[in-house]
């Protein structure tokens, strides 16, 4: 038996691929099947079993069109009610695969209440748990996606589905689709992969004995919840489309509305800074591109893409399609050297130190948990979110050069684009460096 797994960095998930003698059974997968189902092909695999763990609250599933597209059988906790067929997983009721490798689901609630965990047995023998959104590595799936009323209850539930998994045999591999990345985890997971005896060694979780203090912990420093993920359960429940096609039209910028679409640049930062289309978000382009448009752009309102020509905008469309973003209508790629608008100031460490030192005043964009951990006295703090969903805070003087500051500038010259939307004059976006640094400096 081998198992194959798949990262998909920006969103902090992994998808696996289990083989067992010319079967497979695919867990999790994200939308973009192909990748699955070719590295399947190459190995002259059948697709037996499709599993999810849970109705994925940060990603547009695979499994319905992965089942559909093979013939495998779909199989989907059992309180999951989707609006399409599949053959419900429920507690401790075995499906049986082939040449003595059987599929135990265990109800494991707290990220969801729906959520069920796949222990992989071969001969009778424990080898492996798939474990979504409930036991991580060094964290747990966090319990208050689904609102903050059902949080605690959730956050109890985790505790037992958590206890419920490290009674496994310590020899079990761990296997979660989420980690390093993820805003679905409840704290700083760890990597990918564990085992059941490292988890009860290591994992803080595992140390709380009581439910009560567990939800306590685990709802103590609320973490922000990106924009697009309250769109994913009602998406995953109701039935998902195939995949759009990753290649679309040229377009000039005089070749379509820019009041009627959003213009999304994802040049590099230092491409941004020369000048902006006017009223385009910058958002360059990473692991965790679509993350941030998600968060940041009205959900799947059609989107007009900004690009150099060497950049790889195929990649940039199958990242917004995986968070179900399918309304691209275009690419740009004409934009002259200056770009069309203003844009903003890179500034590097010494800059930003003298600039401070001078009385600029400061945007720290960081979330809230980097906060409480480092802090920049007179800096107005807002996350980058809440710069796009409010404007540019009241303190701020727009006639006045304004230092925007992350961890490293990328955050920093996201939100630097909205201040230059809100007809900032002077946006400087300190870059590889950041608050932590400014704030040393200073001490």
């Known amino acids: 038996m081998e198992i194959h797994s798949f990262r998909t960095p920006g969103l902090g998930d992994q998808t696996y691929l289990l083989e067992h003698e010319g079967k497979a059974i695919l867990v999790d997968p994200q939308r973009d099947i192909s990748r699955f189902l070719d590295e399947a092909a190459a190995r002259d695999l059948e697709l037996r079993f499709v599993l999810e763990t849970h109705l994925h609250n940060d990603y547009v599933s695979g499994a319905e069109q992965a089942a559909l597209r093979t013939g495998a059988e779909l199989v989907l906790p059992a309180a999951a009610a989707a609006a399409y067929r599949y053959t419900p997983a429920f507690h401790l009721e075995e499906i049986q695969g082939n040449d003595g490798l059987t599929i135990r689901p265990l109800h494991t609630p707290g990220h969801t209440p729906e959520h069920t965990s796949y222990l992989i047995l071969l001969d009778g023998k424990e080898i492996a748990v798939f474990s979504g959104g409930s036991l991580l590595v060094g964290s747990a799936g966090r319990p208050d996606l689904l609102g903050l009323e059902r949080a605690e209850t959730l956050a109890r539930l985790q505790h037992q589905s958590l206890h419920r998994l490290a009674a496994l045999p310590g020899e079990v591999e761990l296997l979660p689709t989420h980690g390093e990345g993820s805003f679905c985890t409840s704290s700083g997971a760890g990597l990918y992969t564990s085992t059941i005896a490292d988890e009860v060694a290591s994992n803080p979780l595992l140390q709380i004995t009581d439910p009560d203090e567990m939800a306590k912990e685990m709802l103590r420093l609320p973490m922000p919840i990106p924009g697009f993920y309250r769109y994913m359960g009602p998406t995953n429940t109701l039935g998902v489309a195939p995949m759009p096609e990753s290649t679309k039209p040229v377009l000039t910028l005089d070749g379509f509305d820019r009041d009627a679409v959003n213009v999304l640049d994802m040049r590099p930062r230092q491409r ?172």
């Open 272 to 443: 941004q800074a020369t000048g902006l289309v006017p009223g385009s978000v910058g958002i360059e382009m990473a692991t965790d591109f679509a993350s941030w448009a998600g968060w940041l752009l009205p959900y799947n309102e059609p989107v007009a893409i900004v690009a150099d020509a060497d950049q790889d905008v195929d990649e940039a469309i199958v990242q917004l399609a995986q968070i179900g973003f399918d309304s691209v209508v275009g690419v740009v790629t004409d934009l002259p050297d200056g770009g069309l608008g203003p844009g903003f100031t890179l500034v590097d460490l010494d800059q930003a130190i003298k600039l401070v030192n001078e009385g600029v005043q400061v945007l720290d964009v960081r979330m809230p948990s980097e906060l409480e951990q480092v802090r920049l006295p007179g800096a107005v703090e807002r996350f980058v979110p809440d710069v796009f969903e409010h404007g540019a805070p009241a303190q701020l003087d727009r006639t006045a050069p304004v230092l925007v500051a992350c961890a490293g500038g990328r955050r920093a010259a996201i939100a630097a684009s909205r201040l230059v939307i809100d007809g900032f004059s002077d946006v400087r976006v300190l870059t590889g460096a950041g608050v932590p640094d400014l704030a040393s400096a200073a001490a």
